[in-house]
């Protein structure tokens, strides 16, 4: 959505992983997972798998990922999406197209025999299946993490959490929490470390960022609703196309000259935007949340995953044990650490 581009006006905080130990971060879950399955892939752009198809690419990546990360101390509770609002459809679709293209493209790569271009454009073939989530989350419990499942948007429920004070921050590549009202927000949580440049030798290193919502607000001299309205004329996930010819800069200089987005459409020809304005206004500054939830951490059940990923999807044992008992270090620590916080608090 439009909000991505908001680094364009404002730069977060790089941090290294160690200074999240004996943090708590809501993970914006299908964000993350799209990434796993994006990036863990064969030589030709397929996805992992296992003797009998199932994808276990994603499964993969929340295994290593978040075993990491629980051995620094870090703990992590994932938000899972629920219905998606109407006002989405037109980015469904417009997802759906691009995934469908890029199949297309990825058949042709695969008859030429190219391979490295069959990588690239495989990325963007991804899809999430209710069987790969229904995965996703049982190997997150069996994991100790906790799952919560939002009426709609994750990251609205995610930003939620952090406003109530359960978790420190949201964990996502978006920008979108900003805009519901995460006072904080952790990008390249899982993505941080050495990476290489696609069709490239080069390599460059990937920091976690945290950007703080007042920070960027006070830097901007906007208020919460002018940001939304900013991103509105950008372009946002429920009026993907925004208006056309305005990017990031335009946008913040239509709205701190005119103020709101209604005075920026009366007095800018250019800003023509035939949305509900109200109706995308009102998701991000009043999203639907889910109140009965919990946010339980409990120990890694190794014996449990062990069961799940070796016996029933082929991974191997002895790296998955050892992996999960080197997690557990740090999370047991974390575990501590919280009880005697409770205690002495």
């Given amino acids: 959505m439009g909000v991505k581009k908001i680094s364009d006006l404002f730069k977060g905080t790089p941090i290294e992983l160690e200074q999240l130990r004996q943090k708590k971060l809501a993970v914006d879950a299908l964000n993350i997972i799209y990434q796993f399955l994006a990036s863990i892939r064969g030589y030709d752009g397929s996805l992992l798998s296992d003797s009998e198809g199932f994808v276990t ?23 899972f999406d629920g219905k998606p609002s109407k006002l989405k459809r037109e980015e469904i679709k417009r997802r759906a197209e691009v995934k469908r293209k890029a199949r297309e493209e990825l058949e042709e790569a695969l008859e030429r025999g190219d391979m490295a271009r069959a990588k690239v454009v495989a990325q963007r073939t991804s899809v999430l299946t209710s069987s790969m989530i229904d995965d996703s989350k049982k190997l997150l419990r069996l994991m100790g993490i906790p799952v919560i499942e939002a009426p709609t948007e994750g990251e609205a429920q995610a930003a939620y959490l952090v406003q109530k004070k359960k978790v420190w921050a949201v964990a996502s590549q978006d920008y979108d929490s900003l805009l519901f009202g995460s006072p904080i927000l952790v990008r390249n949580l899982t993505l941080s470390g050495r990476r290489k440049l696609p069709r490239s030798n080069r390599y460059i290193t990937v920091n976690v960022e945290v950007f703080h919502q007042h920070e960027l607000l006070q830097a901007l001299k906007l208020t919460k609703e002018q940001l939304v309205d900013m991103s509105i004329l950008i372009g946002t996930d429920f009026n993907p196309d925004g208006v056309k010819g305005i990017g990031p800069k335009t946008a913040y200089k239509f709205i701190t000259k005119h103020g709101t987005l209604e005075d ?31 946010i339980n951490f409990k120990p890694i059940d190794v014996e449990g995953v062990t069961e799940f990923l070796c016996e029933e999807r082929g991974f191997n044992k002895d790296r998955v044990v050892k992996t999960l008992n080197e997690a557990r270090k740090g999370q047991d620590s974390a575990l501590k650490q919280k009880s005697l916080d409770a205690f002495f608090g």
């Fill in 264 to 294: 920026v459409i009366s007095n800018e020809e250019s800003a023509v935007l035939d949305v509900d304005i109200d109706a995308i206004r009102n998701i991000f500054l009043n999203p639907e949340i889910n109140e009965d939830y919990t």
């Fill in 57 to 79: 690419s994603h499964l993969s990546g929340l295994l290593y990922r978040n075993a990491r990360l629980l051995e620094k101390g870090i703990q992590l509770s994932y938000v």
